[in-house]
T-cell receptor, first 116, second 113 residues
Framework: GAVVSQHPSRVICKSGTSVKIECRSL??????MFWYRQFPKQSLMLMAT?????????EQGVEKDKFLINHASLTLSTLTVTSAHPEDSSFYIC????????????FGPGTRLLVL | DAKTTQPTSMDCAEGRAANLPCNHS???????VYWYRQIHSQGPQYIIH???NNETNEMASLIITEDRKSSTLILPHATLRDTAVYYC??????????????FGKGTLLTVNP
């Protein structure tokens, strides 16, 4: 149980294009989903917290107009990197907290984004 | 926020127990200790969590000292697939129903054949 998927697992795009990453909780409902970013040899950094049906809460320094988050259902959240640039290349990881156990986060496998 | 301190790296022989320490001397009474691990190029994996009592599940055991200022994650029979970065995290309740995890640098555990 408690499986979280991400799609795509890997994406290469040209500078200036937008990329959408999906995060799904497969066997549980998640009121809250989180989006993290991880640069090489660094730890995970929380980007934003997303609650179903409401606007995401972004961490300091994360541009909400660049990283659009939609959490339209209890099993799906999407992160759209708009007008991607090479410095946005990173490993993007989502996590989901079961509605019945909000303290625990279950992570997706991550999406590796390379912007050329 | 309660901070955690972990060794940067540890080695363990395959089949032996791996004991990963974590200091969290500023932990408050209602903060949990969580352990996650991240195998290279994968998303983190939840391992175990606890408040005061020792906990055990199919993956590991968590031993929390009586004063709660430190804890030890025990992998009873480490395998090569347990090689990963292990994160000890004190859970911050960010208000409402959201619980934010703050990842430090963790401990790189290398299990050797």
């Amino acid at each position: 149980g408690a499986v979280v998927s991400q799609h795509p697992s890997r994406v290469i795009c040209k500078s200036g294009t937008s990329v959408k990453i999906e995060c799904r909780s497969l066997d549980f409902q998640a009121t809250t989903m989180f989006w993290y970013r991880q640069f090489p040899k660094q730890s995970l950094m929380l980007m934003a917290t997303s609650n179903e049906g409401s606007k995401a809460t972004y961490e300091q320094g994360v541009e909400k107009d660049k990283f659009l988050i939609n959490h339209a259902s209890l099993t799906l959240s999407t992160l759209t990197v708009t007008s991607a640039h090479p410095e946005d290349s990173s490993f993007y990881i989502c996590s989901a907290s079961p509605s019945a156990s909000k303290e625990t986060q279950y992570f997706g496998p991550g999406t590796r984004l390379l912007v050329l | 926020d309660a901070k955690t301190t972990q060794p940067t790296s540890m080695d363990c022989a395959e089949g032996r127990a791996a004991n990963l320490p974590c200091n969290h001397s500023t932990i408050s009474g209602n903060e949990y200790v969580y352990w996650y691990r991240q195998i290279h190029s994968q998303g983190p994996q939840y391992i175990i969590h606890g408040l005061k009592n020792n906990e055990t599940n199919e993956m590991a055991s968590l031993i929390i000292t009586e004063d709660r200022k430190s804890s030890t994650l025990i992998l009873p029979h480490a395998t090569l697939r347990d090689t990963a970065v292990y994160y000890c995290i004190v859970l911050l309740n960010s208000g409402g129903s959201n619980y934010k995890l703050t990842f430090g640098k963790g401990t790189l555990l290398t299990v050797n054949p």
